[in-house]
């Protein structure tokens, strides 16, 4: 009886990661999104922005964030702003001062219905 809830339990973890894990990688359907794109606006105050476009018109909601990369914790959302609307292109531009941090951040961008986001490369930045 042990044996055979052992081989249950394995079998139901076995499923559930395949469940959790292939989701991760799908767009909302119809839709896609490219890199975002960061950069330092002027000294110390950055500016991270993206577009996605999808093949039916229905209401999204398409976000972009500025993301303090720390090593070993989660990143903290410095900045963020959301793009919804009914239509088929989003947009979305945010900018900030991170409070005279001189750290590295990057930019995010994802449909907030999916598990699929994409990351900029990293700048360097003294903030206001």
């Known amino acids: 009886m042990r044996r055979s809830a052992a081989a249950v339990m394995a079998v ?6 395949i469940a959790v894990a292939s989701p991760a990688w799908a767009e ?3 839709c896609s999104h490219g890199y975002p794109d960061i950069y330092e606006e002027s000294p110390g105050y950055m500016t991270a922005y993206g577009s996605g476009s999808c093949s039916a018109s229905e209401t999204r909601t398409f976000r972009v964030e500025i993301k303090r990369d720390v ?3 989660p990143d903290p959302v410095v900045s963020s702003y ?3 609307h009914t239509g088929m292109s989003y947009y979305a531009e945010t900018s900030s ?3 005279g941090r001189n750290a590295k951040y990057y930019g995010r961008t994802f449909f907030t219905s999916s598990p699929t986001y994409k990351d900029s490369p990293h700048i360097t930045v003294n903030t206001c």
Not at 12 to 17: D, E, F, I, K
């Open 12 to 17: 139901a973890l076995g499923l559930s990661t």
């Open 28 to 30: 909302p359907p119809g």
């Open 71 to 73: 090593s070993g914790l």
């Open 82 to 84: 959301d793009d919804r």
């Open 97 to 99: 001062c991170d409070g």
